[in-house]
Structure formats: structure tokens, C-alpha cells
């Protein structure tokens, strides 16, 4: 199943530890982040990748053709730049009007570490996304699921300290689902998630890292050395 890796922002958040390199690839003990990213994919069984990007571009082409006999060696990978900053949601629309891509996919943010969910994810039905639970939901935003783990209501972010399960950044979804926003420029999670009806959480037992502020990408460095 092909993935859409969303590695055209700007990562501004991050600018003050890494200001060199785009945020896909900030150095992680002397090794690139996406080059770990691609790595744990890989081990959950993916093998075809299509990058969407913008800021810093080149940066990261280069990476993908300096990797593609080694790191990409049994796999597929396709690019395309965004001519604007167009959002998550305008960003997968632009891949998917420029390239041939299966009727469902995975699109995932590339400044985010999840250790497992990627089999579940593509053993589901569209539209799904994963779901970890943390112990502080007010960077992230809070989802509410029931029973069925049917999401009910994305909570925007809030000053609030408090347990709960948050949209992890990983999807799976389909080609219709886009034909429902007729912006070229807009989010998923803002404007296509509240469209979309009989969406469902995976519930992912995972170490979970968003590398995009100091504080964490420091705390995924730490996870790294240790193991």
C-alpha cells in the first residue's frame, strides 16, 4: 500500500535546534529522522513511498536519490513539490492529481515516531487513523470514541492537563474522500475530518513522539541512545 509522507512544512516550531535541515531530517545522534522514519516503516511492511514537498526540497531529494541503492534499495519512491504551501489536505490532493495512486492509501506526518500500528492500519477500513493515548491531550487535541471506536468528536487543542486518546497523524484513507473539498489549499484534520461520517480510531499500544518543539525532539534523541 502506497504511503504519502507529508514532509513540506516549514518546522518552524523547531527552528531553534534545527535550523539547517528541514524537520524530516534533523539529526538524531548522526542519523537523519526520516532515515529512522523509513527504516520502522519498512519493518511493518511498507515498501512504496510518495513524498509531498515544499520548504527545503531539494534537501530531501537529495536524501532520497543519495539513499535509493541502499535505504530505498526494495522499494518504490515518487516525489512531488508543491508549488505553495497548500495544507495536509491540499498537499494530498496535488499527489494525488500528479501521480497514479491506488483508490486507498496511507498518508502519514513525517515528525512523527509511532513503533507499531502500521499493520492494523492497513488491514482496515477507510477512512481510520491511529490513535495513542497520552498523558497530557492539550498539545494535540482530544478524541472522542465510543464503543465501536467510531469518532464522535475531534476536541480542538486546550489548556487542559489531562489523560486521553489523540489523533496520532496516520491515515488511512481513499481517493473519495477528497472529492468532498473543492479548495485546492486546506487541512485534513480541520476541514476534511469533520466531512467525513463512520470514521473510525485504531487504538494503538505505542511509544508515540512528535519531534516538531525542543523539548521532544530532545526526548526522541534520548529514546534513541538508550535503545
Known amino acids: 500500500?502506497?504511503?504519502?509522507?507529508?514532509?513540506?512544512?516549514?518546522?518552524?516550531?523547531?527552528?531553534?535546534?534545527?535550523?539547517?535541515?528541514?524537520?524530516?531530517?534533523?539529526?538524531?545522534?548522526?542519523?537523519?529522522?526520516?532515515?529512522?522514519?523509513?527504516?520502522?516503516?519498512?519493518?511493518?511492511?511498507?515498501?512504496?513511498?510518495?513524498?509531498?514537498?515544499?520548504?527545503?526540497?531539494?534537501?530531501?531529494?537529495?536524501?532520497?536519490?543519495?539513499?535509493?541503492?541502499?535505504?530505498?534499495?526494495?522499494?518504490?519512491?515518487?516525489?512531488?513539490?508543491?508549488?505553495?504551501?497548500?495544507?495536509?489536505?491540499?498537499?494530498?490532493?496535488?499527489?494525488?492529481?500528479?501521480?497514479?495512486?491506488?483508490?486507498?492509501?496511507?498518508?502519514?506526518?513525517?515528525?512523527?515516531?509511532?513503533?507499531?500500528?502500521?499493520?492494523?492500519?492497513?488491514?482496515?477500513?477507510?477512512?481510520?487513523?491511529?490513535?495513542?493515548?497520552?498523558?497530557n491531550v492539550s498539545r494535540y487535541g482530544k478524541l472522542e470514541i465510543d464503543h465501536q471506536n467510531f469518532i464522535k468528536k475531534f476536541n480542538e487543542k486546550e489548556d487542559l492537563n489531562e489523560k486521553g486518546f489523540i489523533n496520532a497523524g496516520f491515515y488511512h484513507l481513499s481517493k473519495k474522500n477528497f472529492f468532498l473539498i473543492k479548495k485546492t489549499s486546506f487541512s485534513i484534520e480541520k476541514d476534511l475530518f469533520l466531512k467525513l461520517k463512520d470514521m473510525k480510531a485504531i487504538k494503538v499500544k505505542s511509544s508515540f513522539i512528535d519531534i516538531g518543539i525542543p523539548k521532544d525532539y530532545y526526548k526522541f534523541c534520548d529514546l534513541i541512545k538508550k535503545r
Open 1 to 135: 500500500m502506497e504511503l504519502i509522507i507529508l514532509a513540506g512544512g516549514f518546522g518552524s516550531r523547531l527552528k531553534s535546534v534545527v535550523n539547517n535541515v528541514p524537520k524530516c531530517l534533523a539529526d538524531i545522534n548522526g542519523t537523519p529522522f526520516l532515515y529512522l522514519l523509513i527504516q520502522n516503516w519498512i519493518k511493518q511492511g511498507l515498501n512504496d513511498f510518495v513524498f509531498s514537498l515544499h520548504y527545503e526540497s531539494e534537501k530531501i531529494i537529495n536524501f532520497i536519490e543519495k539513499e535509493k541503492s541502499f535505504l530505498f534499495k526494495n522499494c518504490k519512491v515518487r516525489y512531488v513539490v508543491e508549488p505553495v504551501p497548500l495544507g495536509t489536505g491540499g498537499a494530498v490532493s496535488y499527489v494525488l492529481s500528479n501521480l497514479k495512486i491506488n483508490e486507498n492509501f496511507l498518508v502519514v506526518n513525517s515528525d512523527t515516531w509511532m513503533d507499531d500500528g502500521i499493520p492494523q492500519l492497513i488491514n482496515s477500513k477507510p477512512p481510520t487513523i491511529l490513535s495513542v493515548h497520552v498523558d
